[in-house]
């Protein structure tokens, strides 16, 4: 088993719509949660960072993380086409600085 | 501030070959990070340097290696290559105490 189960989606939505995108894990460690956005042959783009449980709000992008559950969440509200790409969520543990653990990914397409 | 650099961009090599990649981290910032990309297995952490030491090391078999310099530029080699080597290799820096990572473009690599 996974220690990150991501949502494997795809997911495809009207634009203006909200989108929830979704993560589980099995790591009682992990505390650090970060949401990237990857387009199509390019390398992640580092959305959200959250230490430990809580809600981050970021413009349209909010993140929650449950630790009590070991799940985290990414909204975007009032999507745009340009939001249309590849949503990963990742983890790492203090201990283990520089080492992240991915999920396989979200593709999202927002229609216009 | 420039972000994660990366070279080469592309890159074909045949099967027993060897390869090395080079990562420029962003100013200042002295963790780097390496990740190989699959389609069937994600993002997978290869190794991270922090002040030229490793300090955290992924699963893969020990064709592969890295180094990082003084000036904590970083290198990664695969000897050997295989088939299934073929990739986007991905790295990422972090400012010290952080767990944030920025990543790079990536280098495609191909295995023929």
């Known amino acids: 088993q996974k220690e990150v189960e991501q949502d494997p989606g795809p997911l495809s939505v009207p634009e203006g719509a909200i989108v929830s995108l979704n993560c589980t894990y099995s790591?009682?460690?992990?505390?650090?949660f970060m949401w990237y956005r990857q387009y199509s042959r390019k390398g992640p783009e580092l959305l959200m960072y959250t230490y430990s449980s809580g809600n981050k709000e970021d413009g349209r992008f909010t993140a929650q993380v449950d630790k009590s559950s070991k799940y985290i969440s990414l909204f975007i509200r009032d999507s745009q086409p340009s939001d249309s790409a590849t949503y990963l969520c990742a983890m790492s543990a203090l201990t283990n600085a520089g080492k992240s653990t991915f999920g396989d990914g979200t593709t999202l397409t927002v229609k216009p | 501030k420039a972000g994660v650099t990366q070279t080469p961009r592309y890159l074909i090599k045949t099967r027993g070959q060897q390869v090395t990649l080079s990562c420029s981290p962003i100013?200042?910032?002295?963790?780097v990070s390496w990740y190989q990309q699959t389609p069937g297995q994600g993002l997978q952490f290869l190794f991270e340097?922090?002040?030229?030491?490793?300090?955290n090391k992924g699963n893969f078999p020990g064709r592969f290696s890295g180094r990082q310099f003084s000036n904590s530029r970083s290198e990664m080699n695969v000897s050997t290559l295989e088939l299934g080597d073929s990739a986007l290799y991905l790295c990422?820096?972090?400012?010290?105490?952080?767990?944030?990572?920025?990543f790079g473009p990536g280098t495609r690599l191909t295995v023929l």
């Open positions: 790591n009682s460690a992990f505390q650090y």
């Open positions: 990422a820096s972090s400012p010290d105490n952080y767990n944030e990572q920025f």
């Open positions: 100013s200042g910032h002295r963790s």
């Open positions: 340097y922090f002040s030229e030491t490793q300090r």
